[in-house]
């Protein structure tokens, strides 16, 4: 998915005036809990309640994306209007859509048109608009840079490079008497993180991205089966055995505490890890991630969270409002600032405090643009069943449970058993 296609000048991000709207109203937001965000979700709501009249309640969510998307469909499918706006993962908008409010009432195509449109079309279902864009996220490489110094080593371009420079300041680490030292973490518990990390390692080999734009299912070839192989490898090597239960927060909390050469995670990560409680502070590089091989790429999956409207709300024009103040331009430039969010919003990748406080938004630029797009939009309603047989099947392979040929081998005839033979 190419995301930075349409760069527009930054007055047509500005939203729609709104109308005259109630007031006392209460709205509760759910947002994600992953390091800083509940705070900063609450302290943009808090702010437009402020300035509405109105007042909010913040509803905390389970960190974990797939726990997420099964409390929304639980509440959602029962027709609870209890929440008002939805964080909205970017694959979920296939699996969602049917409960949410078409946005494309409340925004006219001047109010989108400063986002990414591949965002706004991802978030477009059967001609509805059912979320709009609020940050986005690729998956990076962070790495300690005093240590890549202190022990005379380049930043890695490939996985062989990386694990070459993991081993060698783990050993090293380890011999000055941190045992606890590991080279590498990642996200590898069984949930959707898993998904985006292993479609990372098999993208970086052009091993495809599990099912096809034409929803034909390509999962099991040669270099997705060598990619998962050499995540296999890493397991009680370079990564703890731990990392089979790791999700973002997991891996943070090795990387920020000094415990690890090199993390992937998304771009929240760096606010955190330069702040000034956090013992890497100004230690940490960010790179894209490995290619997989000299013929490889250097890929990240393309993450993000949109903000929707139930249709169950009863105050659907106030929360509107509210998706539209988060989502807006000021909203998104703070976030940016002061939590390395990524905007959707194109012009801002322009702003010179933005990229002051987030170098890697503006060197990685490419990594952004040609972020992996999971294969959430081809297989729509039965995305999250895709996916879970796809993190399965890499996480057994990763805890040794068969390799990598048996398990992508049984994994593409349960897609094809899901699929209808490739029709979705
Ligand atoms: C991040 C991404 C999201 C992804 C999730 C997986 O929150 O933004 O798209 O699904 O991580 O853990």
């Known amino acids: 998915m ?20 109630a007031q006392g109203v209460s709205i509760a937001i759910s947002c994600g809990a992953v390091g800083a965000e509940l705070q900063f979700c609450s302290e943009g709501a808090e702010a437009w309640a402020r300035e509405t009249g109105n007042t909010v309640e913040i509803v905390s969510t389970p960190n974990s994306s797939t726990e997420r998307l099964a409390l929304y469909q639980q509440n959602l499918g029962a ?3 209890n929440i008002d706006v939805l964080q909205v993962d970017v694959v979920w908008p296939g699996l969602l859509g049917d409960h949410l409010v078409d946005l494309k009432e409340y925004f006219d195509e001047q109010a989108t048109a400063g986002h990414f449109q591949q965002l706004i079309a991802n978030n477009t279902v059967d001609g509805r608009l059912v979320a709009m864009p609020w940050f986005i996220d690729a998956g990076l490489l962070y790495y300690r840079a005093d240590l890549l110094q202190k022990y005379g080593l380049e930043p890695p371009l490939t996985w062989a490079d990386m694990v070459e420079a993991a081993r060698t300041i783990q050993e090293g680490e380890r011999a000055e008497g941190n045992d606890r030292f590991w080279g590498y973490v990642w996200q590898g518990r069984a949930y959707e993180g898993l998904t985006c990390n292993a479609l990372e390692w098999i993208s970086s080999f052009n091993g495809g991205t599990i099912v096809g734009e034409d929803g034909k299912i390509t999962i099991n070839n040669p270099r997705a089966i060598e990619a998962v192989d050499l995540a296999a490898s890493w397991v009680g090597d370079i990564s703890p055995d731990g990392v089979l239960n790791y999700d973002e927060e997991a891996a943070r909390g090795v990387f920020q505490s000094g415990n690890a050469a090199f993390m992937r995670n998304w771009p929240y990560a760096w606010a955190l890890s330069n702040s000034p409680d956090s013992p890497v502070n100004g230690k940490v590089g960010v790179l894209s991630l490995p290619k997989g091989g000299e013929d490889g790429k250097s890929t990240g999956v393309l993450g993000g969270w949109q903000l929707a409207v139930s249709k169950y709300s009863d105050n659907v024009e106030v929360a509107v409002d509210l998706v539209r103040y988060l989502t807006g331009f000021a909203e998104q430039k703070r976030r940016a600032i002061e939590g390395s969010f990524n905007p959707t919003l194109s012009a801002l990748y322009d702003d010179p405090e933005i990229l002051a406080a987030n170098p890697f938004m ?6 952004f643009v040609n972020a992996i797009a999971r294969p959430s939009g081809v297989t729509g309603g039965k995305y999250n069943e895709a996916s879970s047989a796809f993190w399965n099947a890499v996480h057994a392979t990763l805890s040794g449970n068969g390799d990598a040929a048996s398990n992508l081998a049984a ?11 490739g029709r979705w």
């Open 2 to 21: 190419r995301l930075f296609g349409a760069l527009l000048p930054a007055a047509s991000a500005l939203a729609l005036a709104s109308p005259v709207l």
């Open 362 to 367: 503006g060197e990685l630029k490419e990594t």
């Open 79 to 81: 027709g609870v209007g």
């Open 411 to 421: 994994l593409e005839r349960d897609l094809i058993r899901l699929s209808r033979g």
